[in-house]
C-alpha cells in the first residue's frame, strides 16, 4: 500500500480518473481542493487493522479523533470515535460523539474525556503509552 496527497480543483480529479483510471486510486478530500490519494483498498482503518494484528488491540479499546472524510472509515472502526465541532458532515455522522473545534481545543477536551472513560482504551497503551507500543512494535 500506498499514499501521497494531490492539490487541485475537483474538476482536475475527474480528468485524472478519466485518464488514469485504471491505476485504481482513490481521492479522498480532507479539506476543499486537497485530497489524499490512495489505492481504492487502502485507509486509515486498514492500517489500523494491521495494528491491532500485532498488538491485539480490539476496536472497542480504541479511541479516534478526526475531522473529514478520510477519517471516517477510522471513526467507523474505533470503539469510540470524535469529530471536532468544525468537522464535516459526514465526519459528524460518522463519529460516536462530537468535541469542540480544533481552534477550541477539541482534540484536547476529547482526550481528557477519552481518558475519564478508560475501559475504552487498551489496558496496553494505559501501562506502557502509545510511543513505547509503537517504539516495541517498529522500531526495534
Not at 494484528?53 to 479499546?61: D, F, M, S, V
Request: glycine share 8%.
Amino acid at each position: 500500500p500506498f499514499g501521497a496527497f494531490a492539490i487541485l480543483p475537483p474538476e482536475q480529479v475527474e480528468k485524472f480518473q478519466e485518464k488514469y483510471g485504471y491505476l485504481g486510486l482513490k481521492f479522498v478530500p480532507y479539506r476543499p481542493g486537497y485530497y489524499d490519494v490512495m489505492q481504492a483498498d487502502v485507509d486509515k482503518a486498514r492500517g489500523m487493522l494491521r495494528l491491532m494484528e500485532l498488538t491485539g488491540w480490539k476496536p472497542e479499546e480504541l479511541v479516534f479523533m478526526g475531522d473529514n472524510e478520510n477519517d471516517i472509515a477510522m471513526m467507523q472502526l474505533a470503539g469510540c470515535s470524535y469529530c471536532m465541532a468544525n468537522g464535516t458532515e459526514a465526519a459528524k455522522a460518522a463519529a460516536s460523539a462530537i468535541a469542540p473545534p480544533v481552534t477550541e481545543a477539541g482534540v484536547a477536551a476529547g482526550s481528557e474525556k477519552a481518558r475519564a472513560a478508560a475501559k475504552h482504551i487498551a489496558p496496553s497503551v494505559q501501562e506502557e503509552g502509545v510511543r513505547q507500543v509503537v517504539e516495541e512494535l517498529f522500531l526495534k
